[in-house]
């Protein structure tokens, strides 16, 4: 195992990691189980310690197989075999995960710090580190390299010569600025609440909520230590919401008969979402993964895990370049396999949130109809399961 440790980065190595979040932190592990040579850098200098991020999706679990982090994630997080849409007391449409061709046929409920926690210890077992407070300043490239300059905790600078540089450095990556790949899409009018509570919930913790409301959209997940999960939009989101504002969410758009009773907060933050996506992953020798490819609406709860995604598609791609068992060009076949499933959880994601968020009573009324249909067709189910589990990118099945 050859990954770079400890706090001297080197002059030369075969990959540049930039960004240490689940996506570049399931790169440089599936690059060290194929004994490939990188480097991982982050200019945070600790890791996620609140929860963000908090759905691993069956294929997610599949391909992290491939790194040996799926048992202990299993062990950390909640098993949620159904996915229901609500209009208050009622069920518009309850999608089961169940009978599903993976050995994973449900959604793992896990808080994005531990994802991260497990990931860097998968790191640190398979011999790898981060360099963290080490942000990238800049990514400079030729025909035979990339030079990426990186500002130490002394203020010293210092490059690093790579084959190749791979920004999973997130929306605002300054991989993708620096290279000049556009980043086209918008910006959602509504910002986000998310929190994390105890609550009386009467409800199953079998099942991923998403309630419509004329108000905006509400999700109530299940989390480990009987905590929940809270999403919703808001017209104006306070910065810091309080316990009595993720109630007023739930009394104005959650159950009526049996109403939530939220009796702790535990962490809350606000943010707005974007919908956009790379105009291309890959410029030359400069690669794109995870948010810094694509973002969108948490609808569906995607976002993680087409990130990993990327992360495991994009290791094989590069060792079999490095390996000289594919030509160069062959990294095109990354864009080509992965760019088209952001591209359709970006616009599915958006039509969700537009469909949860409608406020005219007609738009409602038909949408409510349409749903009510559609939970009568198997089929229709079925494939709603395959694609919310992220099955359905996989072109074997």
């Not at 390299?145 to 300054?174: K, L, N």
């Not at 702790?264 to 606000?270: D, F, P």
């Amino acid at each position: 195992m050859r990954a770079s440790e400890g706090s001297t980065l080197p002059a030369r190595t075969s990959v540049v990691i930039v960004g240490a979040g689940p996506t570049g932190l399931s790169l440089a592990c599936a690059l060290a189980t194929r004994g490939m040579d990188f480097v991982v850098l982050d200019q945070a200098v600790q890791g996620a310690n609140t929860s963000r991020a908090a759905v691993v999706h069956a294929r997610t679990l599949e391909v992290l197989e491939d790194i040996g982090a799926t048992q202990e994630l299993l062990r950390r997080g909640v098993v949620v075999p159904r996915f229901t849409i609500r209009d208050r007391d009622r069920t518009l449409l309850s999608i089961s995960f169940g009978g599903l061709p993976t050995t994973y046929p449900y959604t793992l409920m896990v808080p994005q710090n531990i994802t991260e926690q497990v990931l860097e210890d998968r790191l640190t077992a398979l011999g790898g580190s981060v360099h963290r407070g080490r942000p990238v300043t800049g990514v400079d490239q030729d025909a035979d390299g990339v030079v990426v300059t990186v500002d130490g905790p002394d203020g010293a600078t210092a490059q690093i010569r790579t084959d190749y540089a791979v920004g999973c450095d997130g929306m605002h990556s300054v991989v993708r600025e620096r290279t000049g790949i556009g980043f086209v899409g918008g910006r959602y009018a509504q910002s986000f609440v998310l929190a994390d509570v105890h609550m009386d919930w009467p409800l199953s913790r079998e099942e991923v909520q998403l309630f419509f409301s004329p108000g905006g959209l509400v999700v109530v997940a299940p989390l480990p230590e009987d905590r929940y999960r809270i999403v919703a939009t808001l017209d104006e989101a306070p910065e810091q919401p309080q316990i009595e504002d993720v109630q007023a969410l739930l009394d104005a758009r959650g159950p009526i008969a049996q109403p939530a009773k939220v009796r702790e907060l535990v962490w809350s933050s606000r943010f707005s979402v974007h919908h956009r996506l790379a105009e291309t992953y890959r410029r030359g020798r400069v690669l794109l993964a995870g948010d810094a490819a694509h973002v969108h609406s948490p609808a569906g709860g995607q976002g993680m895990n087409i990130g990993i995604q990327d992360a495991i598609t994009l290791a094989g791609v590069l060792t079999d370049v490095l390996g000289g068992r594919a030509d160069p060009a062959h990294l095109d076949s990354y864009e080509a396999t992965r760019r088209p499933v952001a591209l359709d959880v970006v616009s599915t994601t958006h039509r969700i949130t537009r469909a949860a968020t409608a406020r005219h009573p007609v738009a409602r009324a038909m949408r409510n109809t349409l749903l009510g249909v559609v939970g009568r067709l198997p089929a229709a189910q079925r494939k709603l399961a395959m694609n919310l589990s992220e099955l359905a990118t996989d072109p074997n099945r």
